[in-house]
């Protein structure tokens, strides 16, 4: 077997290969590690058949959409995923073959109801029905604490003790654990009786994940998050350094259309000296007026330089190619000291 671990933070994934016949699995791929993935595939010869997501995350953003797009191959979910883009469903012991490698399927509700763990060979992969040194909360989307008591004490807990434990989370780089050790020192286990495990579960007062809304709505619809947006259309353009514009200003340079796309309020208490304004909510509405000319050279700028590189990006599509973004925003230009200019 072929194995390898990827931490993104605290998020775990997992590469799991046949080392007979090349073949691999991904297992809860997280958005920003795509082409580490891949490389470690390519590196260890490997070709992913199917990418997993042992349940709906609510606490990063999946990457299994994204790789099943791009390898061709099936996104693999529990039966119970609301993810529409979930092309193969498995319930509660079905195996998964990969090469000679066999990843059964055990359903675990509790954390969400959709939960499932992997078990193969050796070890398990546990989502986040069991940390090590802790268990998935049940206070998020259908998350359900009596189910995860029982998907725990008469499911995974009962397993060969032996069995190696690969979480989906682990913010201590652990590794692994075994199921023996958690059942000897994982404090939530230690509430082995029903009532007891479900009052803790209550009352864990944990804070909401950060960008819950924004993970449940793209790992539950297949859509994008801003930041995928973003680099998106950051591939589209390339962009000016904060100093080459500077310099072309402070050189008076009359070559350069530098577009400012904020509000007008915002451009009017200060903006790069020469700009002309061209609010992102009205540029395709006001184009073709402002901007007559495509053969012009271009430099969007915004608060941050986000919201430019999506204008620069637009403007690209338009036809205005010589159109790049400001590496950087007004924040970090107005910080710098560089020249300013402002209304009336
Ligand atoms: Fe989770």
Known sequence: MIFEQVATGGCQSYLVGCGDTCSAVLIDPEISQVD?????????????????????????????????????????????????????????????????????????????????????DDRIFTGDTLLIGGTGRTDLPSGDPSALYDSLFSGILKLDPSLLVFPAHDYKARGSSTIAEELANNPRLQRTERTAFIEMMEHLDLNAPTHLTEALRTNMSGGKSVAQLLAEAATKTPFVSLSELRARIVAGSTDLIVLDVRERDAFDAGHVPGAMNLPRGQLELRVNDALPDPTRRIVTLCQFGKISTLAAATLRELGFLRTSALDGGMAAWTEAGYPLEKAG
């Open 36 to 120: 580490r993935y891949l490389a470690i595939a390519a590196r260890d010869g490997l070709r992913i058949h199917y990418v997993i997501d042992t349940h709906t995350h609510a606490d990063h953003f999946s990457a299994t959409r994204t790789l099943a797009q791009r390898l061709k191959v099936p996104v693999v979910m529990h039966r119970d995923s609301p993810a529409p883009f979930a092309d193969l469903r498995l319930q509660d012991a079905d195996l998964l073959r990969v090469g000679n490698l066999r990843l059964q399927a055990l359903h675990t509700p509790g954390h969400t109801a959709d939960s499932m763990c992997l078990l193969l």
